[in-house]
C-alpha cells in the first residue's frame, strides 16, 4: 500500500517537472516564430523599401527557425500531435493499443537518444566555427540539435512511464497554455 502511494507520488512529480518543462518549450518556442517573423518583415522592408537589408536578419530568422522545427519536434512528442499512422492501432482493443502506443513512445525515445549523440557528435565537429555575417557561435545553432534531442528523449520516456492518453482518446485534453500550477 506505501509502495502504490509513493509510486503514485514520484509519478505524479514526474508530471508535474514534464509540464513545467512543457510549458517553457512551448513558450520559448512563441518567442522564436515571434522573432523569426519579425526578422523576415524587417527582412523584407528594408528590402523593398530602402534597398539594403540587414546583414543580421536572415541569420536570426534562420537560428529561430531551427528552434521552431527541432523544439516543435519534441513538443509534438509531449502533446501527442506527432506525425503518425492509427490505422494499425486503431482497430486495437483498449489494452494492447496502450501497450502499442507506449512502444511507439519507447522508439521516440530511441530516436531523441540517437539526436542527442548525433547533435553532440556534430557540435564537436564544427566547434570553433562562428556564423557567416553576425559571427555568433555556431554551436548555438548546432547545439538546438542535441537538445531537442534530450527534451524528445525526457517526454517521450515521461510517456512511457507516468503512461500517457492514447491520441484521440477521452481522456486526451490539450495541455494549457498558461503555466503549470
Given amino acids: 500500500m506505501a509502495t502504490e502511494s509513493a509510486s503514485g507520488a514520484a509519478i505524479a512529480g514526474i508530471r508535474r517537472i514534464v509540464r513545467i518543462v512543457a510549458w517553457l518549450l512551448r513558450a520559448s518556442l512563441i518567442a522564436a516564430a515571434a522573432v523569426m517573423l519579425a526578422c523576415i518583415a524587417i527582412q523584407v522592408v528594408m528590402?523593398?523599401?530602402?534597398?539594403?537589408?540587414?546583414?543580421?536578419?536572415?541569420?536570426?530568422?534562420?537560428?529561430?527557425?531551427?528552434?521552431?522545427?527541432?523544439?516543435?519536434?519534441?513538443?509534438?512528442?509531449?502533446?501527442?500531435?506527432?506525425?503518425?499512422?492509427?490505422?494499425?492501432?486503431?482497430?486495437?482493443?483498449?489494452?494492447a493499443r496502450a501497450w502499442a502506443e507506449r512502444g511507439i513512445d519507447l522508439i521516440a525515445a530511441v530516436f531523441g537518444a540517437c539526436l542527442v549523440w548525433s547533435g553532440l557528435r556534430f557540435v564537436e565537429f564544427t566547434r570553433g566555427s562562428v556564423s557567416a555575417a553576425i559571427a555568433y557561435p555556431i554551436e548555438l545553432l548546432h547545439g538546438m540539435a542535441p537538445c531537442a534531442g534530450a527534451l524528445a528523449c525526457l517526454f517521450a520516456l515521461a510517456r512511457v512511464v507516468a503512461g500517457a492518453p492514447a491520441v484521440g482518446s477521452a481522456g486526451d485534453s490539450p495541455t494549457p497554455a498558461s503555466p503549470p500550477p
Avoid at 534597398?51 to 522545427?69: D, H, K, N, R
Avoid at 516543435?72 to 483498449?94: K, N, Q, S, W, Y
Fill in 47 to 95: 528590402r523593398y523599401v530602402f534597398g539594403q537589408t540587414p546583414s543580421w536578419s536572415e541569420e536570426v530568422a534562420i537560428l529561430m527557425f531551427a528552434w521552431t522545427t527541432l523544439g516543435g519536434l519534441a513538443l509534438g512528442i509531449h502533446e501527442g500531435f506527432h506525425v503518425r499512422l492509427t490505422a494499425v492501432l486503431d482497430p486495437l482493443p483498449r489494452g
